[in-house]
T-cell receptor
Framework: DAKTTQPTSMDCAEGRAANLPCNHS???????VYWYRQIHSQGPQYIIH???NNETNEMASLIITEDRKSSTLILPHATLRDTAVYYC?????????????FGTGTRLKVLA | EAEVAQSPRYKITEKSQAVAFWCDPI?????LYWYRQILGQGPELLVQ????????DSQLPKDRFSAERLKGVDSTLKIQPAELGDSAMYLC??????????????FGPGTRLTVL
């Protein structure tokens, strides 16, 4: 299984870049890494995902190391509304099915 | 924008009672997931459906939990009897299934269960 490890919490100043690290050393070659965030009492919201190459969308950038054992989610200009728990998720493939393996997440607090 | 619907949003019950949660996935999504999220932890997959068939229920406590998706559309998760340790958020998610380099799952708002 693609287990992930993240820091428990981080603070970031509003307007600055937030860099959230994740270790996923057990991930297999064809298993993706997904990032979601969860604002209090809501369901998780998709941010971005990647396999080998770095990815960017309107919300964030994802930097994956060449050995695929770790990645970093970058929120380029954090706002107060980015305060949430961020989950780095390993995708596990078993018998043709795909499922998410959530870790405990990083609680990001954006400070004014 | 299409969303995953869940009801009820909140449920309070006494231990040993039966409870049921309902989920309506995004139209056309063949894969449906039920997760349990204990406070302070990440969601844990309970059961995964592909259309009406269960493809993974390895983490579902089958002595008290059951799930069905009879017509391959909406789904019900039941707990009978409820125990104090079942207090958690129950999340439903759906996806098109892995294709074109993604298995993005869309989550509903969840049902917050409190067992007294």
């Amino acid at each position: 299984d693609a287990k992930t490890t993240q820091p428990t919490s981080m603070d970031c100043a509003e307007g600055r870049a937030a860099n959230l690290p994740c270790n996923h050393s057990t991930i297999s070659g064809n298993e993706y890494v997904y990032w979601y965030r969860q604002i209090h009492s809501q369901g998780p919201q998709y941010i971005i995902h990647g396999l080998k190459n770095n990815e960017t969308n309107e919300m964030a950038s994802l930097i994956i190391t060449e050995d695929r054992k770790s990645s970093t989610l970058i929120l380029p200009h954090a706002t107060l509304r980015d305060t949430a728990v961020y989950y780095c998720i390993g995708e596990s493939t078993t018998s043709g099915t795909y499922k998410y393996i959530f870790g405990t997440g990083t609680r990001l607090k954006v400070l004014a | 924008e299409a969303e995953v619907a869940q009801s009820p949003r909140y449920k309070i019950t006494e231990k040993s009672q039966a409870v049921a949660f309902w989920c309506d996935p995004i139209s056309g999504h063949a894969t449906l997931y039920w997760y349990r999220q204990i406070l302070g932890q990440g969601p844990e997959l309970l059961v995964q459906f592909q259309d009406e068939s269960v493809v993974d229920d390895s983490q579902l406590p089958k002595d008290r939990f059951s799930a069905e998706r009879l017509k391959g559309v909406d789904s019900t998760l039941k707990i009978q009897p409820a125990e104090l340790g079942d207090s958690a958020m129950y999340l439903c998610a759906s996806s098109l299934g892995w294709r074109d380099g993604t298995n993005e799952q869309f989550f509903g708002p969840g049902t917050r269960l409190t067992v007294l």
